[in-house]
Nanobody
Framework: QVQLVESGGGSVQAGGSLRLSCAASGFTYKSNCMGWFRQAPGKEREVVASMYRAGQDSFYADYAKGRFTISQDNADNTLYLQMTGLKAEDTAMYYC???????????????????WGQGTQVTVSS
């Protein structure tokens, strides 16, 4: 049974940093696709960043480029999202997502992912 458990959210002031973690377990495929999404109240869920080609490549939404970094520790099956230069508009629930298969191209839409964590709240005050 696949499980994704996020942690690391919290409240920070604009310009601050947070590091989100997603502990993954239960996968049958080692080099699966994983990513981070976010959803603000009243808005659709959107991709933040994702990893593909067994973690060799990464994709970022335009708003995340230069500020956020996605990484993966295969030793302990943990996905990370380092966020710096946070802005008030980054306030949202952040979700870890995964698909138990290899992906050769970046996955950018939520329906491409099969498994989801419960989310971790990020609140940025200006």
């Amino acid at each position: 049974q696949v499980q994704l458990v996020e942690s690391g959210g919290g409240s920070v002031q604009a310009g601050g940093s947070l590091r989100l973690s997603c502990a993954a377990s239960g996968f049958t495929y080692k080099s699966n696709c994983m990513g981070w999404f976010r959803q603000a109240p009243g808005k659709e869920r959107e991709v933040v960043a994702s990893m593909y080609r067994a973690g060799q490549d990464s994709f970022y939404a335009d708003y995340a480029k230069g500020r956020f970094t996605i990484s993966q520790d295969n030793a302990d099956n943990t996905l990370y999202l380092q966020m710096t230069g946070l802005k008030a508009e980054d306030t949202a629930m952040y979700y870890c997502a995964a698909r138990d298969s290899y992906c050769s191209i970046p996955l950018e839409i939520s329906r491409d992912f099969t498994y989801w964590g419960q989310g971790t709240q990020v609140t940025v005050s200006s």
